[in-house]
């Protein structure tokens, strides 16, 4: 079965540069989910889609900035970025009717800031 | 107070034991609740809602308690691929940023 798929999956990046990730939802999900999780953190949530609006915001930097396209991809895009933005940025999909909660994830993308 | 609080262990379990560790959340108007598993640098993946009433899914069982605001997982006959990191999910409602993960607790099954 198909799975969300992320890319890159690895990217390195200088400090104050931009970056974007991603995202390609399990097909016929309605939902994406951003999530944010540094060494030995749990995910934190930034942003999230529904049938391309954004439906909720969490602790997404003013420096981040994110869009789900027609095709239901999502990108987010990145700027200026810290020392401390490096972490694995996970997105999710899933289907408003099964509740939130079930989400499925993809393999994620793990960004470094030198 | 973190709103979802869990025992970071690590747990370290003989194989073939049974282990169980908890979850406490602080929002009484909570609505559901999961657990997920992650395995190192991987993604998390679901594991089992769990339901008021209580559910098993073959090794695992899930229980929830209310009354104490925790939930509970059970893991039977301890298997080598069983180490990970169990996480707890837990919605408070309010959308998707009502959605709150606990830290995890790394568990490590031992030959």
């Known amino acids: 079965a198909a799975g969300v798929i992320q890319s890159p999956r690895h990217l390195i990046k200088e400090k104050r540069e931009t970056a974007t990730l991603k995202c390609y939802p399990i097909?016929?999900?309605?939902?994406v989910y951003w999530y944010q999780q540094g060494p030995g953190q749990d995910p934190q949530f930034l942003i999230s889609f529904y049938e391309k609006m954004q439906s909720d915001k969490g602790s997404i930097p003013d420096r981040f900035s994110a869009q789900q396209f027609s095709d239901y991809h999502s990108e987010l895009n990145m700027s200026s970025l810290e020392l401390g933005d490096s972490a694995l940025y996970f997105c999710?999909?899933?289907?408003?009717?099964?509740?939130?909660?079930?989400?499925?994830f993809g393999e994620g993308s793990r960004l470094t800031v030198l | 107070r973190k709103e979802v609080e869990q025992d970071p262990g690590p747990f370290n379990v003989p194989e073939g034991a049974t282990v169980a560790f908890n979850c406490t959340y602080s929002?009484?108007?909570?609505?559901?609740f999961f657990w997920y598993r992650q395995d190192c640098r991987k993604e998390p993946k679901l594991l089992m809602s769990?339901?008021?009433s209580g559910n098993e899914d073959g090794r695992f069982t899930a229980q929830l308690n209310r009354a104490s605001q925790y939930i509970s997982l059970l893991i039977r006959d301890s298997k080598l691929s069983d180490s990970a990191t169990y996480l707890c999910?837990?919605?408070?409602?309010?959308?998707?940023?009502?959605?709150?993960f606990g830290k995890g607790t790394h568990l490590i099954i031992q030959p």
């Open positions: 769990v339901y008021s």
């Open positions: 929002n009484s108007a909570s609505q559901s």
């Open positions: 097909p016929r999900h309605d939902t």
């Open positions: 999710a999909s899933s289907l408003a009717g099964s509740g939130i909660g079930e989400l499925f």
């Open positions: 999910v837990v919605n408070a409602g309010g959308g998707a940023d009502g959605l709150t």
